[in-house]
């Protein structure tokens, strides 16, 4: 069974503080999505890495692949408050299925 | 481009009673679309994996006479959870993959529907 460990589960931060959320494996995934959640809402797509050792930039935010695409991250630089929500780390499967981490629930504070 | 509507948003019904959600993709086609549950404060669990034309496959656990399945075309896929009780209640969410193209990897969701079993 693939499984992603997603760390940390809860972040609370200052508003202009640095902060990484990590997604492990052991297992090899054929793509990585990161996707950014508000309550009550459906899941919004961050971004899609899909070559070991890629890295992707969308503003303030960082996404990196492994080398062995068994793991992600996501740095976020200068937090603000806007960026407040749950981030699902999801890998793809051969099957097309989609793997889910457990999800961090970021607060930045003003 | 990519968009997922689900609807209702939000339902409300009585215990026993059956409830229908559906998922259509706007402006793309989708072979496969799949079904999600979420819980408060939680990350989503897939239920099921709903297929245009043939049968809709189930995860473990997940019981396919309580939660009917249907992908009439392209672009709808309907969830019935059926005889609803309240520990059904949740948040369901469902996702379409682009037949074709550069995001045929990617799933694009739609903003779910709050079912709450009175």
């Known amino acids: 069974t693939q499984l992603l460990e997603q760390s940390p589960q809860f972040l609370s931060i200052q508003e202009g503080e640095n902060l990484t959320v990590y997604c492990n494996s052991s297992?090899?995934?054929?793509?990585l999505q990161w996707y950014r959640q508000e309550p009550g809402e459906g899941p919004v797509l961050l971004v899609t890495?899909?070559?070991?050792?890629e890295v992707k930039k969308l503003k303030r935010l960082t996404f990196q692949f492994g080398d062995a695409r068994k793991d992600s991250s996501l740095h976020i630089t200068a937090a603000q408050p806007g960026d407040t929500g749950l981030y699902l780390c999801?890998?793809?499967?051969?099957?097309?299925?989609?793997?889910f981490g457990q999800g961090t629930e970021l607060s930045v504070k003003p | 481009g990519a968009v997922v509507s689900q609807h209702p948003s939000w339902v409300i019904c009585k215990s026993g009673t059956s409830v229908k959600i559906e998922c259509r993709s706007l402006?793309?086609?989708?072979?496969?679309m799949f079904w999600y549950r979420q819980f408060p404060k939680q990350s989503l669990m897939l239920m099921a994996t709903?297929?245009?034309?043939?049968?809709?496959?189930?995860e473990q656990g997940v019981e396919k006479d309580k939660f009917l399945i249907n992908h009439a075309s392209l672009t709808l896929s309907t969830l019935t959870v059926t005889s609803a009780h309240p520990e059904d209640s949740s948040f369901y969410i469902c996702?379409?993959?682009?037949?074709?193209?550069?995001?045929?990897?990617?799933?694009?969701f739609g903003p779910g529907t709050r079912l709450t079993v009175l």
């Open positions: 999801a890998g793809g499967n051969q099957g097309g299925k989609l793997i």
């Open positions: 890495v899909v070559t070991g050792g």
């Open positions: 402006d793309f086609q989708a072979t496969t």
């Open positions: 297992s090899v995934f054929s793509s």
């Open positions: 996702s379409a993959r682009p037949q074709s193209g550069l995001a045929v990897r990617e799933q694009f």
């Open positions: 709903s297929n245009e034309g043939s049968k809709a496959t189930y």
